[in-house]
């Protein structure tokens, strides 16, 4: 399968505790983006990176949200001391940058769920 | 600041007729549009998407129209199939933005057999 890969695909974690999510892009893939849904609402942009450069980061990002894509490749996302109002669907997308616009392909996601 | 609404969170067709799905957007800078289907529990799925240059855009069942001057543009899927049941999302995506999407809240279709 060569599409957007997402690991754990769920994950439970007492409030106060670190998590780290996994995304691995389509291969060809230069840009990759996380973004963020809750119930009832479309995803949130959190930031992107274009190759391994982190391009921008919403304001959402709070300073326990970490982002990394070293090497241009996977990227991870850590959230430090974790709160329930961090409970969410977490989203990675990738997408060739050709041209002025290009669709974004997204993975399964990965459903945070903080007790 | 929702600069993506639609406004219909639900909406219910009978198989074989039309589905439209409605979106409105506020933010004039927005250059290319995009429509996704999402089941439960899995990501995003890319449908059909337009660029602003563009009034309409068709792929198979799926015809996206966009109004620019009304900053509107609507999913119409014809004809319509119980596996078309899903949540669907208008994005957008251009101006300081950059190639980041702005989503909206989704419309729920059911499509019923």
């Known amino acids: 399968d060569t599409g957007v890969s997402q690991d754990p695909r769920h994950k439970i974690t007492k409030r106060g505790q670190n998590v780290t999510f996994r995304c691995d892009p389509i291969?060809?893939?230069?840009?990759l983006y996380w973004y963020r849904q809750t119930l009832g609402q479309g995803p949130e942009f959190l930031t992107y990176?274009?190759?391994?450069?982190?391009?921008?980061k919403s304001r959402l990002l709070s300073d326990r949200f970490s982002a990394e894509r070293p090497k241009g490749s996977f990227s991870t996302l850590e959230i430090q001391r974790t709160e329930q109002g961090d409970s969410a669907m977490y989203l990675c997308?990738?997408?060739?940058?050709?041209?002025?616009?290009?669709?974004?392909?997204f993975g399964q996601g990965t459903r945070l769920t903080v007790v | 600041d929702q600069q993506v609404k639609q406004n219909s969170p639900s909406l219910r067709v009978q198989e074989g007729r039309i589905s439209i799905l409605n979106c409105d957007y506020t933010?004039?800078?927005?250059?290319?549009f995009l429509w996704y289907k999402k089941y439960p529990a899995e990501g995003p799925t890319f449908l059909i998407s337009?660029?602003?240059?563009?009034d309409k855009n068709e792929d198979g069942r799926f015809t996206v129209f966009l109004n620019k001057s009304a900053k509107h543009l609507s999913l119409h899927i014809v004809p319509s199939q119980p596996g078309d049941s899903a949540v669907y999302f208008c994005a957008a995506s251009g101006g300081w933005g950059g190639s980041r999407l702005t989503f909206g809240e989704g419309t729920q279709l059911t499509v019923n057999p």
């Open positions: 990176f274009q190759n391994e450069a982190q391009l921008e």
């Open positions: 997308a990738s997408s060739l940058a050709v041209g002025a616009n290009t669709e974004a392909f």
């Open positions: 291969s060809e893939h230069n840009r």
């Open positions: 933010n004039s800078m927005f250059d290319y």
């Open positions: 337009i660029s602003s240059i563009k």
